[in-house]
């Protein structure tokens, strides 16, 4: 019986995987240098969690998330994002007392059931950071800019963030009023369900994917013009923060996000080279999940990078880091050189150079013939000669030229050609 990965997960298979540690470790080093510190949850939490939070009329929760029982009777769900865990275990560990500021980063699968095609997928993957305890546009400003920056690091070029203001409650109300009084009698012949779902929160609406919703939206009510004279403030000193950063944006009033917590601010970066899957990334502020979850009215602003669109974009722009080296593939050419071959093997590693041998006693053809496949830079060989003459042969397996050296100091020649 042969299996395959089940439909909308992928493997990350060897030759594909350091572009995930590169991306990774980029995205490690830039929040660690901003002051974010990583938090880890449960791959699982507490259904309830995601239906409070991103709410019953999102795509997630109506339709998408891997929900089940488990053997004691607890509604479980895979997490479909990192925000409402990570504030989860904030509240639940009193990470943020009032008046303190936090800052996490999480880098997590997400789980969603959702119709696969590329840059879309049932398991994806995301970094996500979280900036917890202040209310300022400074605060949305940073996230902006700590995610621009990470594309910039990463070497997608040109991104742009498209902003957004939803303002607080009463306007995101009076807003949802005004959407649903222009939009309803444009949406005669939808489904019951459709107008079911747009009845309860209109602004499902604006990330409608279908063209002639997108159209008959093109003369709807704008957010941005329901909004308090506090938060259209807030909103141009996010503007005037963000181009004193030298950050590239542009307000655009369909951002509205799939997710119910949003208030206030919400931004995107789009790009063209993906097709339909055009976000690669979504954030914004949440001033009401750490009191929804019982802790003290906290204000937060985040954001969360899927990974899988990043690196598409990265290869689709000829930017895929190519596979690394491996420095060396040390070739026992005789079987009394056993002992030599680890004792090098061993001295390679203990300096840092990347090596393998053989373990099967092949023959010293078979043995060249996988250091050309292993990638390896250099093949050092060592038989009874090499032993009696205190040498290692040194072949540059790009070039096939061999010379024999000594054996003392090896190590430090093999490091200067690499
Ligand atoms: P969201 O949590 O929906 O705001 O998603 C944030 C980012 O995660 C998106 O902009 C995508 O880059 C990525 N993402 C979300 N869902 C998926 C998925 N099913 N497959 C691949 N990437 C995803």
Not at 174 to 184: D, I, N, S, T
Not at 297 to 322: D, F, H, N, S, Y
Request: charged share 25%.
């Amino acid at each position: 019986m042969r299996f395959q990965a089940p439909r909308g997960t992928n493997d990350v298979l060897p030759a594909d995987s350091h572009r995930w540690i590169g991306l990774e470790s980029v995205f490690r080093e830039l929040t660690s240098l901003y002051g974010y510190r990583e938090i880890r949850t449960p791959m699982f939490e507490d259904t309830e969690l995601f239906v409070r939070s991103a709410g019953e009329t999102s795509d997630i929760v109506s339709k998408e998330m891997y929900d089940f029982q488990d053997k004691g009777g607890r509604n479980i769900t895979l997490k479909p994002e990192g925000t409402a865990p990570a504030i989860r275990a904030l509240v639940e560990h009193n990470l943020c007392p009032p008046g303190a500021v936090v800052r996490l980063s999480y880098v997590t699968p997400i789980f969603r059931y959702d119709r696969p095609q590329k840059g879309r997928y049932r398991q994806s993957h995301q970094f996500g950071f979280e900036l917890v305890g202040s209310a300022s546009a400074e605060a949305d400003a940073e996230v902006i800019e700590l995610t621009i920056r990470f594309y910039e690091r990463i070497g997608i070029d040109g991104a742009k963030a498209l902003i957004n203001s939803l303002g607080r409650e009463e306007c995101r109300r009076a807003y949802r009023q005004a959407l649903l009084a222009y939009a309803e009698p444009k949406l005669i012949g939808e489904s019951e369900e459709f107008l079911a779902k747009v009845r309860r929160n209109p602004l499902r609406l604006l990330d409608s994917k279908d063209a002639n919703i997108q159209e008959m939206l093109e003369e709807a009510p704008k957010v941005t013009n329901f909004l308090e004279v506090e938060s259209w403030q807030r909103f141009e000193a996010l503007q005037t923060l963000l181009t004193d950063a030298g950050i590239p944006f542009e307000v655009d009033s369909g951002i509205v996000r799939g997710l119910d917590y949003y208030t206030e601010t919400v931004f995107e970066v789009l790009t063209d080279k993906l097709g339909a899957q055009s976000a690669l990334c979504g954030g914004g502020r949440y001033d009401d999940m750490v009191k929804e979850f019982g802790g003290p009215p906290t204000p937060c602003v985040g954001v969360a990078m899927g990974v899988e669109r990043a690196l598409l974009v990265l290869e689709q722009i000829g930017k895929a880091a190519p596979i690394p080296n491996l420095g060396a593939y040390v070739v026992r050419a005789t079987p009394d050189a056993a002992k030599a071959v680890h004792g090098l093997a061993r001295e390679l590693h203990a300096a840092g150079i990347s090596c393998i041998f053989d373990l099967d006693g092949r023959s010293i053809k078979s043995q060249l013939g996988q250091a050309d496949k292993s990638g390896a830079r250099f093949a050092l060989i060592l038989g009874t000669d090499e032993l009696s003459s205190n040498t290692v042969q040194l072949r540059d397996l790009a070039t096939s030229a061999q010379a024999e050296e000594p054996r003392v100091g090896i190590v430090d020649l093999l490091r200067s050609r690499l």
